[in-house]
């Protein structure tokens, strides 16, 4: 499975031309009641409207917050109420949704688990863990690991190749709650793969001058987007809780910029501006301002959230 992830997405390229014609073929939008997602984060709601087809699918996280810290009120319940399947990313990063259902009292809401399956990284080296709550993967029970969950980076929405598999795992979950439209959910999945693989072409083909660039990230969210696009997250100044380095760690990071010859400091809106602004100064490589979760490029698809962070990125070291 974990190795298979990555065979397939090339495989997927060959059969691209075919699969974009399959999708166009099967478009059977037969709209009786679909079954009511709800996402932890905005970027696994953008894969998800891709699947159900048509409806907006809310997220418990408002926009703009901060997910490693996030408190979610009594109020917040009402978001689950109503809600057939519940998209979480696991590994301790959204704990706070995986409590809200019982909050809220709604036993049939099926969770899916959007890490299952996947490849995943390990957190950077001495950053803290997201969550205390440890719980293990269904179905992952057989994959040997010494590793806790809440040990493994979270931040693996930014690699299409994940993407699509999670997209590929939520419909699996809807064909179970709702078969009867099991053939629609299908062939969203294929568009929304088809799609994936065009972006991923056009994006590759955007950051190839940049093949092998290293960055410090203020937050450790990169790791995937970089596996995938052939960057380098050098530097994690900061996993969770939004809180300043102090003097040695912004002294060692200033160093490891001008011996690893780094080229940028990746910020998210969310974290750590003041740490930022000092390594640019200090070593004078641009801050690049970058979004996780899609809000500063007020992003309503997957699409955007990932072709504005390339964008960023292109336009401050082209
Ligand atoms: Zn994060």
């Given at each position: 499975?974990?190795?298979?992830?990555?065979?397939?997405?090339?495989?997927?390229?060959?059969?691209?031309?075919?699969?974009?014609?399959?999708?166009?073929?099967?478009?059977?939008?037969?709209?009786?009641?679909?079954?009511?997602?709800?996402?932890?984060?905005?970027?696994?709601?953008?894969?998800?409207?891709?699947?159900?087809?048509?409806?907006?699918?809310?997220?418990?996280?408002?926009?703009?917050?901060?997910?490693?810290?996030?408190?979610?009120?009594?109020?917040?319940?009402?978001?689950?109420?109503?809600?057939?399947?519940?998209?979480?990313?696991?590994?301790?990063?959204?704990?706070?949704?995986?409590?809200?259902?019982?909050?809220?009292?709604?036993?049939?809401?099926?969770?899916?688990?959007?890490?299952?399956?996947?490849?995943?990284?390990?957190?950077?080296?001495?950053?803290?863990?997201?969550?205390?709550?440890?719980?293990?993967?269904?179905?992952?029970?057989?994959?040997?690991?010494?590793?806790?969950?809440?040990?493994?980076?979270?931040?693996?929405?930014?690699?299409?190749?994940?993407?699509?598999?999670?997209?590929?795992?939520?419909?699996?979950?809807?064909?179970?709650?709702?078969?009867?439209?099991?053939?629609?959910?299908?062939?969203?999945?294929?568009?929304?793969?088809?799609?994936?693989?065009?972006?991923?072409?056009?994006?590759?083909?955007?950051?190839?001058?940049?093949?092998?660039?290293?960055?410090?990230?203020?937050?450790?969210?990169?790791?995937?987007?970089?596996?995938?696009?052939?960057?380098?997250?050098?530097?994690?100044?900061?996993?969770?809780?939004?809180?300043?380095?102090?003097?040695?760690?912004?002294k060692q990071t200033i160093d490891a910029v001008k011996a690893q010859?780094?080229?940028?400091?990746?910020?998210?809106?969310?974290?750590?501006?003041?740490?930022?602004?000092?390594?640019?100064?200090?070593t004078?490589?641009?801050?690049?301002?970058?979004?996780?979760?899609?809000?500063?490029?007020?992003?309503?698809?997957?699409?955007?959230?990932?072709?504005?962070?390339?964008?960023?990125?292109?336009?401050?070291?082209?």
């Open positions: 499975m974990r190795i298979g992830l990555r065979r397939k997405w090339k495989m997927s390229l060959l059969g691209l031309a075919f699969s974009v014609a399959g999708a166009a073929v099967v478009h059977a939008d037969t709209a009786t009641k679909a079954p009511r997602v709800v996402a932890s984060i905005s970027p696994l709601a953008f894969i998800a409207q891709e699947i159900v087809g048509g409806a907006e699918v809310p997220t418990i996280l408002p926009p703009g917050g901060n997910p490693h810290s996030f408190e979610p009120k009594p109020s917040d319940a009402k978001r689950v109420q109503g809600a057939d399947v519940l998209l979480v990313i696991g590994l301790g990063f959204d704990d706070w949704a995986l409590r809200l259902p019982a909050a809220s009292g709604e036993r049939k809401l099926h969770t899916v688990l959007a890490s299952r399956g996947l490849d995943l990284l390990p957190l950077e080296a001495g950053h803290a863990p997201h969550g205390a709550v440890r719980y293990a993967q269904h179905g992952d029970e057989h994959e040997s690991s010494d590793r806790h969950q809440e040990e493994l980076d979270p931040h693996f929405w930014m690699d299409p190749v994940c993407a699509v598999h999670i997209a590929e795992t939520l419909a699996a979950a809807l064909e179970e709650v709702d078969p009867a439209q099991a053939v629609a959910y299908r062939a969203r999945t294929e568009k929304f793969r088809a799609r994936m693989l065009v972006l991923d072409q056009e994006l590759l083909a955007k950051l190839k001058p940049l093949q092998g660039t290293g960055f410090v990230a203020t937050h450790g969210g990169w790791a995937y987007f970089a596996r995938h696009f052939g960057l380098r997250q050098a530097v994690v100044l900061q996993e969770g809780a939004n809180q300043e380095p102090g003097p040695r760690t912004l010859k780094l080229r940028a400091v990746f910020s998210d809106a969310r974290f750590l501006e003041t740490s930022a602004r000092i390594i640019s100064q200090e004078a490589i641009p801050i690049v301002r970058l979004d996780l979760h899609g809000a500063s490029a007020n992003a309503k698809d997957y699409d955007t959230l990932l072709r504005w962070n390339v964008e960023q990125i292109v336009a401050a070291l082209r």
